[in-house]
């Protein structure tokens, strides 16, 4: 009786063994697929971060411009709007902190451009044609803050 309970457990081990040794190379198998896989979507994650940087910096830059152009034709109410647009984006993006897509040092040069906000706002909504020069200055000065 004891006989046949050692080749039992004998056979029993030797099967745990190969179950365990199927299980290790079908891990190692799929690691050998994930990671890859996974490196390549950090590098795309990382790709797509950086054309949404670029994307909301020119969005903005595409609205002063905006501003700038309509306020020299004479439309001041939709410059006032783009105006208004770029603005609200500028300081929605700068209160984002280090998630923004401004560096610190762009944020810093912010401040002269934040400054001048209400006063060409007032110049668009009064329809002063002074407001074209200040938001072709202000278009120079925000281009020379982010491609600082």
């Not at 199927?22 to 950086?50: D, H, I, N």
């Not at 810093?108 to 060409?120: K, M, S, T, V, Y």
Request: aromatic residues 8%.
């Amino acid at each position: 009786m004891n006989e046949d309970v050692q080749p039992k457990t004998s056979h029993s081990t030797s099967l745990i063994r190969q179950v365990g040794i199927y299980a290790a190379v079908v891990l190692v198998a799929f690691l050998l697929g994930f990671v890859p896989m996974w490196l390549k979507t950090r590098q795309c994650a990382s790709s797509l971060a950086e054309a949404e940087r670029q994307l909301n910096l020119t969005r903005m830059q595409n609205s002063l411009a905006s501003a700038a152009v309509d306020a020299r034709r004479g439309d001041y109410e939709p410059a006032r709007q783009a105006a208004s647009q770029f603005f609200n984006a500028l300081r929605a993006e700068a209160d984002k902190g280090e998630a923004s897509a401004l560096t610190q040092a762009q944020r810093g040069g912010l401040q002269p451009i934040f400054a001048g906000r209400d006063e060409i706002i007032t110049f668009l909504a009064r329809g002063d044609p002074a407001a074209a020069d200040r938001l072709s200055d202000l278009y120079v000065s925000f281009r020379k803050v982010i491609n600082v």
